[in-house]
């Protein structure tokens, strides 16, 4: 073979050179540099609720499988808007999500007037992690022991019945005006920052019920101190198979969950949005989650972008409906 002149070694040389330089600037080289640094999972509540037990389950998960710390740091405040407001802020490097949910991504943006910031334009959806079924509970002292005699109590008592929330907008707040929508009720709403504070009032007696998650109230359900009287979704669920769903008790077309997502501020590059819907998704199938999501009646998801964006979509134009005819307001 013939040795190269210099003026083919000089082009061999600018072509492997611009080859490395694109190779550096691909979008795998870019996938593999994230994450250089632990990622911050902001959730919108104060600690002892579903949403913290869902993010901790994922984020411990993911800790393993990245290399790097992904923490959980509850923000609570202003139905989720200061959360919001904050990682809408953060740089778009894949190393600040949030955990959003139907009261901050659905309701909100009908709820509120004035939102510093727009859920559609200023998020990217990374994945659906779980739909958790609403319990529907009441005190032990509560002079009612089931769901059709909760209604003819509370209807007999107008406005002597106070049920707390883990905040404005918040899963279980939304709930329970959808309950008192369709059952004519009216039992004033009690604001809290979390579902933890609010079980506390609850437990106590100084609120008489709530909605909220099975994860968080499952303990207190087989302790005696609340007594569960209906669930939302359209099937009873196995952990409580002799309560009745609310479509069963006569409003047939009753159905509210919780549900909990990843979300990254827009800008967000679209190879680290799928590396981490990649990664949620093997952290929803590990075993220490599914089971206990199992334990919990959790659904998990883990889809791409485009099918939580879709889903979104369709929990708005129902929210916004509820929220207009409930006239669902901020207290």
């Known amino acids: 073979m013939n040795p190269l002149t210099p003026l083919q070694r000089r082009h061999l040389l600018i072509a492997t050179g611009a080859a490395g330089l694109s190779a550096a600037f691909s979008p795998l080289s870019a996938q593999t540099a994230w994450p250089s640094k632990p990622i911050r999972f902001v959730v919108p509540f104060a600690p002892g609720g579903t949403s913290e037990i ?9 800790t393993k499988q990245l290399g790097q710390n992904v923490f959980v740091e509850n923000k609570p405040g202003g139905a989720g808007v200061v959360a919001m407001l904050d990682v809408a802020k953060a740089a778009p490097d894949g190393h600040t999500i949030i955990l959003g949910h139907v009261g901050t991504l659905a309701v909100n943006p009908y709820m509120l007037a004035n939102q510093p910031y727009d ?5 990217i959806p990374v994945t659906l992690l779980a739909k958790v079924p609403n319990v529907f509970v009441v005190h032990a002292d509560v002079p009612a022991k089931n769901f059709r005699e909760f209604v ?9 019945l106070n049920y707390g929330s883990a905040g404005n907008a918040s899963a279980g707040h939304l709930a329970m ?34 909605s909220a998650g099975l994860p968080a109230l499952s303990a207190h359900i087989k302790s005696g101190k609340l007594r569960a009287i209906a669930v939302g979704t359209q099937q009873r669920i196995s952990q409580l198979p002799d309560v009745p769903t609310v479509a069963e008790m006569g409003f047939k077309d009753f159905e509210t969950s919780q549900w909990y997502g990843i979300l990254a501020p827009a800008g967000t590059p679209p190879e680290i949005v799928r590396r981490l819907q990649e990664e949620s ?51």
């Open 177 to 210: 005006e959808y309950l008192k929508l369709v059952t004519g009720m009216f039992i004033t709403h009690i604001p809290y920052r979390g579902t933890g504070p609010q079980l506390t009032d609850l437990l106590a007696g100084r609120t008489q019920a709530s």
């Open 119 to 123: 859920v559609s334009r200023d998020f």
């Open 54 to 62: 869902v993010a901790r389950s994922v984020a411990a998960e993911l």
């Open 281 to 331: 998704l093997k952290a929803l199938r590990s075993s220490a989650v599914t089971e206990r999501f199992a334990n919990d009646n959790a659904v998990g998801g883990g889809g791409p972008s485009s099918e939580f964006a879709a889903f979104i979509a369709r929990e708005q134009k129902i929210w916004s409906d509820i929220v207009r005819r409930a006239q669902i307001k901020a207290d």
């Open 152 to 160: 003819a109590y509370a209807k007999k008592n107008p406005g002597q």
